[in-house]
């Protein structure tokens, strides 16, 4: 990508932001503010979220089938659960004008989760134990009827999300994919959106699903909005809101950003939809649900909260928007901006991600700049100084080097093989 | 894929359906009916629709920067364009029990195309010429408060959709690039998609933005909504609604299913919201804007519209949910069983997706019967009666062949690099 061509660039601004997310990511150019709680993904955000959602979604399809289910629904869907007066988030949808509610006037409800949508689903092709357990997934946007969106990307009015919901023929069923197959999945994936040192599981109430705990996965972050209690003795956080006495001395205060949750429904749903299965014995029964949510968006934010410095993001390689940012000095001489152009073939050649600044008129500081607040992994340069040299600098370190092309081309790709 | 593991399985119903692509994608199991007009795309539903949008994608960043906008905005911008009151699909979306309405009582717009959204991002991040021209893209999902949803997933309330804007300095930059960039771009998805040689190009009206036509792309199709006019003087297809003289003896009447549309916005956004840009000479002026779409979950009903028999739909080899639909009779014979299964594990190993029917319970009329309604490019039969042999049928020809291994890989591999 030519940075001449890149909307928008980065535009430092002053503005005091609510958290270190918001900041970078404005000024950065990955998103734009719609309103609070509802943003824009700009070119460079979009490709990092598409690039979060493809890890979730490689590990997802591993142990369940993906869907897409809509988000404006019949209203009944959410009487029959109970749920239409008690979900204090959700939206509804109506015809928004005179001419629109003349034509249709029915209202619809705007999901905030989907067990209303999942279950008679599941419910209409399953009868017999034989067709249990599977489990059925979607990366989608959700709406929430927020009072205070905050936080950059971090709680929002409209986000994405995926969400997993899994169906078994009793309890112990369902404990074994959530322990044994949904847990490590999780695992699985917060290791490789590079938050597995820094990400925790809680434990946390299991509402009015279960008398068990649920389980968070929260990363700890000085700007979490959750309180986490560590107990030191047994190595196990809790959220704050099932600790029963939080003055024990055996409790460390941790703050956390929540960033998946696992949840065992149990027969809520099966009951309030009379959502049964036919047994060996031929008798009836009523089916177990779990469900398994990650705020794909929410996860973009925190990763900025835990890597960034004062320049700016600094991407793990794998959500990064590009690999390598290359930075063109001296480009009105045309055998300067010859060669690195040629290096820019090179690289996209090779198949490697590459951002461009090709920009002319704009000064070497500024550029750098640029580099370190947008956080791309690895910054070359070529200037009148580098010669026939390629200038290398990790982002997440402090001294570069210059290196032949070939010795660039083989640290890539250890870092791409890593 | 394991057929035995997939969610849901074709149900053959007799149920009246008002269109092919309704009843061949519901019986298929490729799509479930949550109300008129909003649909889940099930597991086989959801592969043809990413692929399809891949396709979308792939020429939409040859012309232009992917973004995601959000779907609720605030009211006031639609207020600004003066489209509030007239668009008569708009949803609104506000708080849908007392509990959310009073933690926040705030009414949003919940879009139905973007010219609202895009047109004040575009404003904030350029000022001068040399920012332009330049175009921004989504794939996303779209609302309108359909009166009359219906036509399977043809016309909904809720559907996937590319929307794209471009923007200029001029009205001759802008035709240019509608002209000689978005139209052949268009004309190569359409190529891709298998719908190049049913799809032609229709003048239609440019509504309040422009004296001259808007183009549509109308997939000629006996279920379409759309009325064609063929002039066959000019070999030239016009929409219904423009036509002066329907009378005319050089008219053909076509039925067409509108894919996609190309229009000129010209001024009609900047205008409302004083968009502006500085010329050379410091001058201020409107910036000229223009928009196209293609409707992707459309794309696939029509797809199925055009490519079905009496027995199922037969699906384009680049959209199709799996490549190879492997059928696995007498499979309770342990020895063929396991040629089956080697079979599925070496196709898998060569990157080749496959539908394996292992099911041992369910009689081969059955099985072929599911093969020829889910419409899979290549059937491979694996039975006592093949010995070494592999049965090998095309879902669009009649007759089988027995061939080896490597006589099945070479074919696989002949139709993929086509």
Chains 1, 2 share one sequence.
Not at 16 to 27: H, K, M, P, V, W
Not at 66 to 86: A, C, F, N, Y
Request: glycine share 6%.
């Amino acid at each position: 990508m030519l940075y001449s061509k890149l909307f928008p660039k980065p535009q430092k601004t002053n503005k005091e932001y609510d958290s270190a997310n918001a900041r970078y990511l404005i000024n950065g150019g990955f998103i734009n503010q719609v309103m609070a709680g509802a943003y824009t993904f700009l070119p460079l955000g979009n490709r990092v979220l598409v690039k979060i959602e493809q890890i979730v979604r490689r590990e997802m399809d591993k142990i369940g089938q993906e869907v897409l289910m809509p988000s404006i629904v019949p209203t009944q869907l959410w009487e029959d659960t109970g749920r239409l007066e008690k979900v204090d988030v959700l939206f509804k949808a109506l015809g928004a004008n005179e001419a629109s509610k003349t034509k249709n006037d029915a209202e619809y409800v705007l999901n905030s989760t989907h067990e209303e949508v999942v279950t008679p689903l599941a419910k209409q092709f399953t009868s017999s134990y034989k067709d249990f357990p599977f489990a059925l997934y979607q990366i989608q946007t959700k709406f929430r009827n927020e009072p205070r969106a905050k936080s950059g990307i971090l709680r929002g009015r409209e986000f994405r999300m995926k969400d997993l919901y899994s169906f078994h023929t009793s309890e112990e069923d369902l404990l074994d994919y959530y322990n044994n197959v949904a847990m490590p999945a999780y695992v699985e994936v917060f290791k490789k959106l590079g938050l597995g040192d820094s990400t925790v599981i809680a434990l946390a109430s299991g509402g009015d699903f279960t008398d068990k705990y649920s389980h968070e996965f929260q990363t700890l972050c000085e700007t979490g909005e959750d309180t986490l209690y560590y107990d030191k003795e047994e190595n196990i956080y809790y959220n704050k809101e099932v600790v029963k006495d939080p003055e024990a001395k055996k409790y460390d205060i941790v703050k956390g950003a929540e960033v998946g949750n696992i949840f065992p429904l149990n027969t809520k749903f099966s009951k309030a939809l009379d959502f049964t299965y036919t047994d060996e014995q031929g008798d009836k029964k009523l089916v177990y649900m779990g469900c398994y949510g990650i705020g794909t968006s929410r996860v973009m934010g925190v990763l900025v909260e835990k890597f960034h410095d004062d320049k700016g993001i600094i991407w793990p390689v794998q959500v990064a928007p590009y690999l390598v940012h290359l930075v063109g000095l001296d480009l009105n001489d045309q055998e300067i901006r010859q060669r690195a152009t040629s290096l820019y073939q090179k690289l996209n050649d090779e198949g490697i991600e590459v951002l461009f600044d090709d920009r002319e008129e704009v000064r070497p500081g500024a550029k750098f700049a640029d580099a370190d607040l947008i956080g791309i992994p690895v910054r070359l340069v070529i200037s009148k100084r580098t010669e026939d040299k390629i200038e290398w600098k990790k982002r997440d370190e402090k001294d570069s080097e210059l290196l032949a092309y070939n010795e660039v081309l083989a640290r890539i790709n250890k870092i791409l093989t890593h």
